[in-house]
């Protein structure tokens, strides 16, 4: 059931004397490819679905922050002033936008707020992004006189992810969640900042997330390890090509030149990347060109790499995705960080059903529990409701 103004606002008045005060929302995402290059400055290719994050928020006259989460039927209390800040993680996000908002000369002033979701927490949709984005947009916009610009608002929630969380990300989540618009992708170059919008209106294509329900947890988690071990590969060939910042600036002739001087797993993730690199600007061109199928095979191959080069995957991640490939699905892969979560699913129209029933019918007989299937519309980003 779609998250409603009303859902949260029931909730904001019942904790919080029968006040009400301003709403606002930011999505989650999908991305269709381009994952784990944007730590490494390369290219992503994500867009904002309507699930996300509503938050109702009210200036209280003090320096203290009341947060209620709705779903998790969790309060806490804390000081703007507090550098050590709430323990619990869906604070920590919270706390950690405050003051990385306050360090940008925003005067943030205490308030209360009450939040909820219905972003699939753990899938790989970004929930967290969804609620630094969410809270940064607020801010800015109750008292930063919305002088933030966008993509530091979305640097924000990077930042928070980093310092606060102990999750070193890229900037994709937080750039589609503040960024998406209704009906389009969007491709980022991580390294420039630029970015372009691609109207995504498929004929006679729809992407389906199947969630796995298996739960990932990014910080402290191999994640970190992904990014330290596609950063030393880079040094190394540094040495050799000055020119090589990170790895978007290699390629496979290079990766090859220094294999002997990193580890086997360090050459995995290194093919992994660059090849991702390649297949993003790929599908670009293929999407301008109206090519689905060569797009669903990039999908493939992406989802071959992060299970067997950058080794984030799980036993039923790599089901799925065979359970599409077995069904005629056009394009499938991991969705997300990975170690969890969900596949996106590009599927012709005429099958979209079939393998819904088919894919929810199988995981079930092997692992004991349906999948859930999400289907996915693309929509806009961080925004005031009311």
């Known amino acids: 059931m779609k998250l409603t103004i009303e859902d ?16 606002y929302a930011s ?20 867009g904002a679905v309507e699930q996300g994050m509503i938050a109702e928020i009210k200036p209280n006259g003090t320096r203290m922050v009341r947060a209620y989460s709705i779903d998790l039927k969790d309060y806490a209390e804390f000081s703007l002033d507090d550098e050590k800040g709430p323990s619990a993680t869906h604070f920590r996000y919270i706390f950690g936008v405050c003051r990385e908002m306050m360090a940008l000369g925003v005067p943030v002033e205490g308030f209360n707020t009450a939040f909820a979701g219905d972003v699939p927490l753990g899938a790989g949709m970004s929930s967290s992004a969804a609620l630094e984005s969410c809270f940064a947009f607020a801010l800015n916009d109750l008292w930063g006189d919305n002088k933030i610009e966008k993509m530091e608002l979305a640097k924000v929630g990077q930042r928070t992810e980093h310092k606060y969380i102990g999750c070193n990300c890229g900037i994709m989540d937080q750039f589609a969640s503040v960024f998406g618009k209704k009906g389009s992708l969007m491709r980022l170059d991580c390294r420039s900042g630029e970015y372009a919008y691609f109207p995504w209106e498929p004929k006679g294509y ?6 796995s329900c298996v739960k990932h947890e990014l910080a402290g988690s ?5 990014r330290l071990q596609c950063e030393h ?13 990170t790895l978007r600036d290699a390629n496979m002739d290079m990766l090859e030149e220094v294999k002997a001087e990193i580890t086997a797993d360090e050459y995995k993730r290194a093919r992994y990347v660059i090849g991702e690199v390649e297949r993003v600007l790929a599908v670009c061109a293929a999407l301008e060109a109206g090519d689905y199928e060569t797009v669903g095979q990039k999908m493939y191959e992406t989802h071959t790499g992060l299970s067997q080069e950058y080794e984030v995957s799980c036993e039923e991640l790599d089901f799925l995705n065979e359970v599409a490939k077995e069904e005629g699905v056009t394009g499938s892969r991991i969705m997300g960080g990975g170690f969890g979560g969900c596949t996106i699913n590009l599927v012709a129209e005429e099958l979209y059903n079939h393998f819904k029933e088919v894919v929810k019918k199988r995981f079930a007989e092997k692992y004991g529990k349906e999948p859930i299937v999400i289907d996915v519309v693309i929509g806009d980003g961080s925004r005031k409701l009311c």
């Open 233 to 245: 590969v880079a040094e190394i060939i540094k040495a050799h090509h000055p020119e090589v910042e």
């Open 222 to 226: 191999p994640y970190n390890e992904r």
């Open 206 to 211: 729809k992407l389906m997330l199947v969630n």
């Open 8 to 23: 949260v606002r029931s909730r904001f008045i019942k904790h919080f004397d029968g006040t009400t005060g301003s709403v």
């Open 27 to 46: 999505p989650g995402r999908i991305n269709l490819i381009g994952e784990h290059t944007d730590y490494n400055n390369g290219f992503v290719f994500p």
